[in-house]
């Protein structure tokens, strides 16, 4: 379980699954993601996917919760881009509309960003939609730079982002 100053980040679980359809529905949320909003089919395939990978490598899509209630999600995954050295993981994150503007993906993210590195990470890399400021601004925060255009998941442009892990190329000193 992580938490921060306003959120708790449980691992993900079953009783986020309705959330997730409502997320992964909702029209605001959906239309700078490659795919637009996702079936109740793909919904569950997803969420499955989700289960399987917190059980394989132990961490994974997060529910966002604020003031109790589900926010949102934040993810960290296996990044499998060869232009990254291994182990890179990719992040990202969606927010209930509602709650737009007020930091909460942010928080999120540097929170999971944080656990990434813990994690031996060795790139933390992330990707967003050509006109999806909103979470450029947010990749800069967790202290990433642009890196390159590219594709996401579902093979439509996307703008990549990147850090190395913050101690990667730290010279080594002898006392």
């Known amino acids: 379980m992580l938490t921060t100053a306003r959120l708790t980040l449980p691992p993900w679980h ?14 605001r949320v959906m239309r700078l993601i490659g795919s637009g909003p ?9 969420h499955e996917q989700a289960l399987r990978q917190w059980q394989r490598e132990g961490f994974g899509l997060r529910a966002i919760l604020y003031e109790g209630r589900f926010a949102g999600l934040v993810s960290l995954s296996p990044c499998t881009d060869p232009a990254f050295p291994a182990p890179a993981r990719e992040i990202g994150w969606w927010l209930a509309p509602g709650l737009w503007g007020r930091g ?3 928080e999120a993210a540097l929170a999971v960003r944080d656990e990434a ?8 890399v992330a990707r967003c939609h050509p006109d999806n ?9 967790l202290g990433m730079t642009f890196h390159t255009p ?23 000193c002898e006392p």
Do not use: N, Q
């Not at 079953?14 to 029209?27: A, I, K, P, Q, T």
């Not at 996702?38 to 997803?46: G, H, I, K, N």
């Not at 400021?133 to 947010?138: A, C, D, L």
């Open 133 to 141: 400021r909103s979470s450029e601004r947010i990749m800069r925060k």
């Open 38 to 46: 996702w079936t109740r089919a793909y919904t569950l395939e997803r």
């Open 104 to 106: 909460l993906a942010t």
């Open 14 to 27: 079953d009783r986020y699954f309705e959330d997730l359809v409502r997320l992964s529905g909702d029209d």
């Open 150 to 172: 590219g594709l996401d998941r579902y093979g439509r442009p996307c703008r990549i982002y990147a850090m190395p892990r913050p101690d990667a190329h730290r010279p080594h």
């Open 117 to 124: 590195f813990r994690l031996s990470t060795a790139a933390l």
